[in-house]
């Protein structure tokens, strides 16, 4: 198994029933299978993955500067396992692994996520910039770090006119 070129950091995932997990996190790695790409953003993973991200990405090419944020931190999304998930904030643009529970969901539900890690790899670098490599863990995992992140979905959500239930579900971090 390929040792620390996929650990993965700050990983996130959302489920409707309301459990929002970010955690350091390494764990090994899936080898990846199909890609294609969506502008500059790179799809890794089986067709039903690779469908809902395209999906899921051209919703925030819909939005003007949603998808540019998300190409700017993102340079790949990958289908995770439940194992094997989160984002390598400390690259950039960085591999978003996607949850299994995350994906299915729906487009914007998944979109919300893609932003939601950009935020997280946006906070790595400006932290980085200010206090050296690596920055302090707080700056970008922190319960401060956090709320910014879920305000920056719940917008995300609203942009792209999601379903009621998935703003709800998110307001309960918000608020
Ligand atoms: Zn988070």
């Known amino acids: 198994m390929p040792e620390n070129r996929c650990r993965i950091i700050g990983g996130w995932y959302l489920l409707l029933v309301g459990i929002c997990v970010c955690q ?31 999906s899921a990405l051209l919703r925030l090419q819909s939005q003007p500067g949603l998808y540019d944020d998300a190409m700017r931190n993102i340079g790949r999304l990958q289908e995770g396992t439940p194992e094997y998930y989160g984002v390598t904030a400390w690259q950039r643009p960085a591999i978003f692994a996607v949850h299994p529970e995350t994906w299915p969901v729906s487009a914007t539900w998944l979109a919300g996520a893609t932003m939601h890690e ?3 790899v946006r906070q790595y670098h400006d932290a980085m910039s200010v206090y050296g ?43």
């Open 24 to 54: 350091i996190l390494f764990v090994g790695c899936e080898s990846p299978t199909t890609s294609q790409t969506v502008g500059a953003i790179e799809i890794v993973g089986s067709d039903a993955f690779r469908a809902a991200v395209e």
């Open 118 to 120: 950009s935020c997280h």
């Open 133 to 175: 490599n690596p920055p302090p863990q707080e700056m970008y995992s922190g319960t401060w770090a956090e709320r910014e992140c879920q305000v920056e979905t719940l917008e995300t959500l609203r942009r792209l006119n999601a379903p009621q239930s998935e703003i709800d579900a998110l307001m309960r971090y918000v608020e």
